[in-house]
């Protein structure tokens, strides 16, 4: 397999050498024969020096301008250096001649669908993978393209999780493949050193693919990068690195021959000295090869199982991820290919390994938003790969993805719209989620619109989200923080709080369940006298009606009274002082499932020889009916009435002015008689009852148009009690 199938991966490193030789073929002069300059220039693109052969291709066609082999040249060769902007220009310049561009490969067609999806315009995109598919309908690069534009939305689904950030440490030049060291990154640049000399660069300004340290600070911000370590593998270009064993011991990429030369790639393993900071011990992967290249390491926490990228012969693609074991004496076994869930027609690369378990890896052949893009492969369990989507992935490249032990902060390597060098690095937050269900106690019924709030132990501030109908809820935190959580809504006890924290290794928060208890359901109220002072030593009777069971308490100084009640029942609140009459309430807990049912009672006082107006007995106009909360009133009063034999009660109805006299007279002796009737249903001897009607003749208002609370005020109920009734008045005596 030639070198040409790791640059899909691998470009960032061959691109300088690219540009090297564009600059000394420059110094070399023109050449003016067409087919000399045709020779050279297909010689440079077969060792993928594109940049110079790009610029001898452009001078062929200062001659020949509808040399269309030579426009395709072009167009594949800036394919190939990731620059699809100029590449779409020459691809449809091609397009545009029908019978020219038929006649081409089929592979061809596939190839303008790449550059067009890496540009973002999918629908032109899915046109040419559709004519390739008719074509080549075996290929499944194109079944996966395919797949992901017509599903283009699923890679936003998550968008939301992460928050990006462009590092200040990237330069004009390039900044990629990342990797997490002693409280920074350790990155890999073609950047001009500080120390320019002809050591790290030649005369075409071109330098070595270096690696750089910088230190996260307290601030969030990178300190200035320095070169990680000047005595390690000097006049070498380096690439993707990764450190373990606590940091003691690093494995890196490089070049298996000095010089600013292309050569073969190799992974290279070196540790710290035991006294210093030293790296020493610098030895050659078993498995390099001046035929091949290996690149991209990555190592399992032990250090015994190594993941690279390589071209390897028996590959699927254009470079595939591989895998090689150390047994127990420390020699490493022959390469695997990971097969075909993870490696494709394409290219495959930059692995990374978090916590032995998932394998994070590149690849342009899994479909997505276009480029490379970044997918997350299960090594435990062959779940995936699965795409990791957007923002971390775009339209473009999108490569060298490592995260740190928790998993909510890392960085990755990305050519996307805003970079400002060939490569960008950018680091990534990942938001931290609480997530889970409130439930009732001692139930699994959700519970909605509930208040799920978390109160930061620092700064107090709260944060917190309401429950849907089913009780879930979602709510997002910070980094590096304590909280106290708990559920309130009305109705329910305030939930026991809980103590969540986001800092070190803590644990996923999801499923966190909480659990409320409803507040009991209550009867109270106050008792009053008809003046508004508390009734003190009051009996205030609650009667359970489905079992006839009851309670009693007494009012204290504030005459306030609580009874618990049970759903699903009927009460009857009963309330009774000495020198007062009676009163009671109907409470219908069947449908009231917590809360309270508050009522203040406020009882008339009991005078004898007096006329008292009965304020809760009232008509309509012109009726005679007794609603059901008067017959309330009347039963109070019989009750009254059958607890003091010794008393009579006469009763007087008068009606408002507005009707007839002779009218009025008939309906209030109709409402008296009523009122006697129900009186002596409930069991008070009809003797001690007189009940009498007297119409219009004794207003309290004597208005000619009266309002509508001047007529109420007139038709109205008096009673007096008494305790015999020789002195009677006019009306109806009853024995």
Known sequence: MKKSHL?????????????????????????????????????????????????????????????????????????????????????????????????????????????????????????????????????????????SIYNIEKFYVDSSLYVLKHLKINTTSSELSPTIYNGGIVFISDRRPEDDNDANFNPDSVYFMEMYYSRLMDDGLFDKPVVFNNKLAPNYHKGASIFYDNGKKMIFTRNTKSGISLSQLGLYFSQKAA???????????????????????????????????????GGRGETDIWVSRQDEDGKWGEPENLGKKVNTLGSEGFPFVYQDTLLYFSSNGHGGLGGTDIFKYNLKTGEGPINVGYPINSKKNDFGFV?????????????????????????????VFIEGKVNEKGTKDGIANVSVLLKDEKTNELKGAVTDEAGNYKIKLDLDAAYRMFGVKNGYKIGQEQVITTFGNFTPLDNIGLELQREDLLAKGKVFDSNGFPVEGAYVRLLDNSNNKSRLVTTGPEGQ???????????????EAKGYFSDKAELDAFTKKFGSFENSFKLQAVELDKWLVINSIKYGDNKSDIKPLEEASLDNLANFLNSNPSLFIEVKVHTDTRNTEKFNLDLSKTRARTILYHLAKKGVEEHRIISSGYGSSQPLHDCETCSLQENEQNRRVEIMLRQDVSTSGSGSRRR
């Open 275 to 313: 006294d210093s900071e030293e790296w020493i011990r610098t030895r050659p992967f078993t498995h390099n090869s001046n035929k091949y290249s290996i690149a991209h390491p990555a190592v399992t926490s032990d250090g015994k199982t190594l993941f690279f990228t390589s071209n390897l012969e």
């Open 7 to 147: 640059l899909a991966l691998i470009l960032p490193l061959l691109l300088a050498f690219s540009l090297a030789n564009a600059q000394v073929d420059n110094r070399k002069g023109l050449i003016t024969n067409t087919k000399a300059i045709l020779k050279k220039a297909d010689k440079e693109y077969q060792r993928e020096a594109y940049t110079a052969a790009i610029d001898l291709y452009k001078q062929v066609l200062e001659k020949e301008s509808t040399n269309n082999d030579v426009k395709l040249k072009i167009a594949e060769a800036y394919r190939l250096l990731n620059i699809p902007e100029e590449s779409e220009i020459w691809f449809r310049q091609i397009a545009d001649n029908a019978a020219y561009f038929n006649s081409l490969n089929p592979v061809v067609q596939f190839h303008f669908g790449l550059v067009l999806e890496s540009l973002g315009q999918y629908n032109y995109a899915k046109e040419w993978f559709e004519s390739y598919r008719k074509l080549a309908p075996t290929d499944q690069r194109v079944v996966k393209k395919l797949e």
């Open 561 to 575: 009274y609580t009874f618990t009640l049970k759903s699903e029942s009927w009460y009857t609140v009963t309330v």
């Open 403 to 431: 995260v740190d032990q928790r998993g909510y902060t890392g960085y990755f390597s990305s050519n996307r719209d805003g970079s400002i060098g060939t490569d960008d690095i950018y680091q990534f937050n990942k938001h």
